[in-house]
């Protein structure tokens, strides 16, 4: 069959690169030819993006940790429909988000985690400079905040501020349109801004 | 551009999330105006600390914990086996393929004519082979259906005419009928590089 046709085949999915330009796809593809000690590498070069990454959607460190083990099992198991080629760390935040969905699907909204409801409580008379005392105010404020977010939006924040994806990439990922992923990011970076209002201004009005 | 749209306009433009004209009309408005600069300043320092915030809280024995218990995990699992696998597109092209075969092969069925029905065969006066038919109560044989007789794809294209469209031919035992199927691929659509970030 002609190149154009494979190119048709391929249109909906993400780019093909060279084995040789996504070192990650290449240690898939040896843990798929056997090698399972690849399988090691591999988590040693994702884990902390991967973690960081639920965290981010999550909001809660225990929470972050079951979606990261669970995301590797589904990894693991899921190698075989993996594309070589295909952007491995797209693939991989891909199954991340969804764990993530999935885990928020089974619990509910998600509660606000420990240790900002320890810091809205904490006494700011203690040993802190002002500096410190300021600094962890901010970041309850942010955390609040973005509980307060809607799934979808969190996620697509997440991803194209934070996590860097462009937001073609960002809207691959998340399996929605462009567009949508634009809408999403900007409400939330609105609703955020707001919040990081209320903090420097906490009488009201705009600051 | 007024004030109240380029606010609007704020949350998009800071990601590089407008196309050009509107980002320098945004940028122009942001030149000449105090107050949306200052939004947009404060805008860029909510995002400073929204990455500032959300900085992963785990260490490196958080990590050793994860690794271990995937590690763990790991070797009591199914060994990953290679699937194939088709993308939406893809399947849906197959399928297309697929009805279009199943149509030309049952097409030369649909339009059959309906053969009338013999006469009454007469009484075994003669000689020969109709007697003998007669006598053992066989009537003459029908003839069947038009059946398919040649199914064959135009030759092999070269390099200079692989983006033309593919050429498969169906000739049925019915010579009026001649079935061609041409299958054309689209190019893949450039991807659109002006709305990326800057």
């Not at chain 1, 979808?152 to 994806?165: I, N, P, Q, Y």
Request: proline share 11%.
């Amino acid at each position: 069959m002609s190149n154009g046709f494979e190119a048709v085949l391929m249109e909906e999915e993400l780019p093909l690169r060279p084995a040789a330009e996504d070192p990650l796809g290449a240690l898939a593809v040896r843990v798929l030819d056997g090698d399972t000690e690849a399988f090691g590498a591999l988590l040693t070069r994702t884990q902390p993006r991967l973690l960081g990454l639920a965290w981010r959607i999550l909001g809660d460190r225990d929470l972050a940790q079951d979606a990261a083990q669970e995301t590797y099992l589904r990894i693991f198991r899921s190698l075989g429909s993996y594309r070589p080629g295909e952007p491995f760390e797209a693939w991989m935040v891909r199954i991340t988000v969804n764990v993530c969905y999935d885990l928020v699907r089974k619990r509910g909204p998600l509660p606000l985690p420990p240790e900002v409801l320890e810091g809205l409580g904490a006494d700011p008379s203690t040993h802190e400079t002002e500096e410190a005392v300021l600094l962890r105010q901010r970041r309850d404020l942010l955390h609040r905040a973005l509980a307060g977010l809607p799934q979808a939006e969190r996620a697509a924040l997440v991803l194209r501020d934070l996590e860097g994806f462009s937001t073609e990439e960002t809207a691959r990922i998340l399996g929605v349109r462009p567009v949508t992923v634009r809408s999403q990011a900007a409400s939330a970076r609105v609703k955020l801004a707001a919040a990081c209002a209320r903090l420097m201004n906490p009488k009201g009005g705009r600051p | 551009m007024t004030n109240r749209h380029v606010l609007d306009r704020l949350p998009f433009w800071i990601a590089g999330d407008l196309d050009a004209p509107e980002t320098e009309a945004v940028q122009a408005h942001l030149n000449q105006c105090p107050d949306c600069r200052a939004a947009a300043d404060g805008m860029r320092e909510g995002r400073a600390w929204l990455r500032e915030a959300l900085e992963p809280p785990f260490d490196a024995t958080d990590h050793a914990r994860l690794r271990g218990a995937i590690l763990a995990q790991i070797c009591h699992a199914e060994p990953p086996r290679r699937t194939s696998r088709l993308t939406p597109r893809a399947a849906i092209l197959v399928t297309t393929a697929a009805a279009l075969v199943v149509l030309a092969l049952t097409h030369p069925l649909r339009h059959l004519q309906p053969v009338p029905p013999l006469p009454a065969p007469p009484p075994p006066t003669g000689t020969g082979i109709s007697a003998l038919q007669a006598a053992s109560g066989t009537a003459p044989s029908r003839p069947g259906p038009p059946r398919l007789v040649r199914a064959r794809a135009a030759p092999r294209q070269t390099p200079d005419e692989a983006t033309g469209p593919t050429r498969i031919e169906f000739q049925t035992s019915d010579p009026t009928i001649h079935i061609i199927w041409l299958a054309q691929a689209t190019p893949r659509p450039e991807p659109d590089l002006s709305q990326e970030e800057p």
